[in-house]
């Protein structure tokens, strides 16, 4: 059977209900780049069977920049780093549902508000509550929130406030995870993922291609991943930051990004895949390639990084004959709309048209 006839046949598994195996999942990873383009066909006919070609956009909101106390190697806004990230406090309720319009305005269907911390304080989970229930009350739009380890009592405030998802991502296997931080610990991380489901939340959990980890720690992550049982998952590509212990390490090469992606989307068939941090310089002019395993993506850049802009992304989205998911419907994408919206304002690199 060619390599071709493979990939066809494990997308036909793959709906016929039965998700692929550890040593399948690792032959996607290990395909030659000539078949790249057969790879990515068969992960955009299990793309295809649960989302058509809708593409859902979601847009970040760094709520409370810097000043972490925990030591996530690739975070530029540890306090234990020389980073270039800076220091804020959280953002007032006007702030965060400001930004809320910004995203309903680049036709996002959710709008994810993150804050920097170990998790989150009275004062930070109060700010965040009342700019919910005042997004919600204003427009139609999803909402999710990316605060940290959480407690039941936490997750049930979030939940009354209007918020539909909680973000919190494993980042890399249990087995790697201790090289890469030591103020926690993996399953405080799995823990928060089970609360927040628990109380009413979907779960939203996904983890960091290009930290040094080996092939076996990456299909840990995507099986655990599975586990869990997560209804969304955003993969970033690690976009080393200056002043991190992770920022000298190299980039991954765009072929390798866009097979972990099938490789994701062969596991997880019907999860909401999301190429996210990193995209634009890791995976530079195949970026289009990513909508064919992945169905959504950020927009307007990331924590600390700018991306590419709304236009940019309603440009390609088009171009590929794609379609954008709102809350109530289904729009065609149109550069023209968003060229007006403004870009936040984030430290660090410039964006990328």
């Excluded at 060619?2 to 996607?28: C, F, M, N, Y």
């Excluded at 080393?240 to 190299?250: A, E, I, S």
Aim: charged share 25%; net charge negative; proline share 6%.
């Amino acid at each position: 059977m060619s390599l071709q006839s493979t990939w066809s046949a494990l997308a036909a598994q793959v709906l016929a209900g039965e998700p692929a195996r550890r040593d399948q999942a690792q032959a996607v990873l290990r395909a030659p780049e000539d078949e790249l383009l057969a790879l990515l066909d068969a992960a955009f006919t299990v793309r295809r069977h649960h989302f058509g070609r809708r593409v859902l956009i979601h847009v970040l909101e760094n709520a409370k920049l810097g000043a972490c106390p925990e030591d996530c190697g690739f975070c530029s806004q540890s306090s234990r780093y020389e980073s270039p990230s800076g220091e804020a406090p959280i953002k007032s309720v006007d702030e965060l549902v400001a930004g809320a319009r910004r995203a309903a305005a680049s036709r996002a269907k959710r709008y994810c508000m993150v804050t920097a911390t170990r998790g989150p304080s009275q004062r930070d989970l109060d700010v965040v509550c009342e700019a919910a229930r005042r997004i919600k009350a204003e427009m139609n739009i999803q909402l999710c929130a990316s605060l940290g380890l959480l407690t039941e009592a936490k997750a049930k405030r979030l939940v009354e406030a209007g918020v539909d998802r909680f973000n919190h991502n494993l980042e890399t296997s249990e087995r790697y995870y201790g090289q890469i931080c030591t103020t926690h610990e993996w399953r405080d991380r799995v823990e928060t993922v089970k609360i927040a489901r628990a109380a009413g939340m979907e779960a939203c959990c996904g983890g960091i291609v290009g930290l040094g980890e080996n092939e076996d720690d990456l299909l840990d992550l995507a099986f655990s991943l599975r586990d869990l049982d997560v209804d969304s998952m955003p993969i970033n590509f690690l976009d080393p930051r200056p002043g991190t212990p992770l920022g000298d390490r190299p980039r991954i090469e765009p072929g390798y990004a866009l097979r972990a992606l099938c490789m994701f989307r062969f596991v997880h068939p019907r999860a909401d895949l999301r190429v996210a941090g990193g995209r634009e310089v890791t995976l530079r002019s195949m970026q289009v390639m990513a909508l064919y395993p992945a169905n959504s993506l950020f927009t307007q850049g990331y924590l600390t990084t700018s991306g590419a802009t709304p236009y940019a992304d309603h440009q390609m989205i088009r171009d590929a004959g794609f379609e954008i998911e709102l809350v109530d419907g289904v729009v065609e994408a149109d550069p023209d709309a968003v060229a007006v919206v403004p870009a936040p304002r984030r430290p660090g690199l410039p964006v990328v048209a």
